[in-house]
């Protein structure tokens, strides 16, 4: 919830002031984005400072936990008649793997995560979204509520919801909806 600051307008010769909160509330977000039709599937989850230090797990099991429901939200957008093969290209943070990853992967087996090699963001597609999506929801304001935080990112990730070719053009994907098959 610590605002990300850019450049912005104000009074020449003074400075901008841009507020803050002492707050470690964060929002993730799990997104996965279709190369062939630039569709995006994600899931948000809201982490608060107080409810961590309650339920006594770590970081990695919560993300676990988190990611596992993003896989099952991308087999209900992706149906195994459909879809008999649904790739997932992931990087290596300690919450691809584990129980409950185990679990969704082997309830909906038609999923299957590509590792990349360590230390290679550039070879991931969907990292090319995060930059625009936080541009859009979250630069220079300040979040008095984790709620508005996450109104905020659902607002930014539908609107590349509803901008499949937008999506296309930021993960760099040559293929093109209106081709033609033999093209």
Not at 34 to 51: C, D, H, I, P
Not at 129 to 135: E, F, G, K
């Amino acid at each position: 919830m610590v605002p990300t600051l850019t450049a912005t307008l104000g009074i020449k010769g003074e400075r901008p002031v841009i507020g803050t909160r002492d707050c470690k509330d964060v929002v993730h977000t799990f997104a996965s984005a279709n190369l062939a039709t630039g569709e995006v599937t994600s899931r948000l989850y809201g982490s608060r400072t107080q409810k961590r230090r309650k339920d006594g797990l770590s970081k990695t099991k919560r993300m676990q936990a988190a990611f596992a429901h993003h896989l099952l939200d991308v087999a209900r957008a992706y149906p195994a008649d459909a879809y008999p093969e649904v790739v997932l290209v992931i990087d290596n943070a300690p919450w691809h793997r584990g129980r409950p990853v185990d679990w969704a992967l082997g309830r909906y087996p038609h999923l299957t995560l590509y590792r990349l090699p360590p230390y290679s963001p550039q070879l991931q597609p969907i990292e090319r979204l995060w930059r625009p999506l936080r541009q859009r929801a979250t630069h220079n304001v300040l979040f008095d509520e984790l709620t508005e935080l996450q109104h905020a990112l659902r607002l930014g990730l539908g609107y590349f919801r509803a901008r499949p070719q937008a999506v296309l053009h930021l993960l760099g994907s040559p293929w093109s909806p209106t081709q033609s098959a033999e093209a």
